[in-house]
């Protein structure tokens, strides 16, 4: 049975910084991809970023150039670095992980972790 157990949300103020952490276990072998998404009150969910197994990486135009979504295969943990944070980030952040796609809404991942709340004041 595959977990992923999602970590790091916290409260700061705009221009802050922190780093978001999805560890897994359960398996042992590559996912085709991970991500992290995010859904604010009264909004559907939304990708952030995502990383691919062969090291390509995809990011919302929103956070491009704040956000840098990496993996550490060794711990089986993936992370989020997110930067230059504004107010508009806050939500819940999730991150889930496929062993055969990518581009598709986070619902259809076949593992999918608990959320973490980021939450980002003026």
């Known amino acids: 049975q595959v977990v992923l157990v999602v970590s790091g949300g916290d409260s700061v103020q705009a221009g802050g910084a922190l780093r978001l952490s999805c560890a897994a276990f359960g398996y042992t072998y590559s996912m085709y991809c991970m991500g992290w998404f995010r859904q604010a009150p009264g909004k559907e969910r939304e990708g952030v970023a995502r990383?691919?197994?062969?090291?390509?990486?995809t990011y919302a135009e929103s956070v491009k150039g704040r956000f840098t979504i990496s993996q550490d295969n060794a711990k089986n943990t993936l992370y989020l670095q997110m930067n230059s944070l504004k107010p508009e980030d806050t939500a819940m952040y999730y991150c889930?992980?496929?062993?055969?796609?990518?581009?598709?809404?986070?619902?259809?991942?076949?593992?999918r972790g608990q959320g973490t709340q980021v939450t980002v004041s003026s």
């Open positions: 990383v691919y197994s062969d090291g390509r990486t």
């Open positions: 889930a992980a496929d062993p055969s796609y990518c581009n598709r809404p986070e619902y259809d991942y076949k593992y």
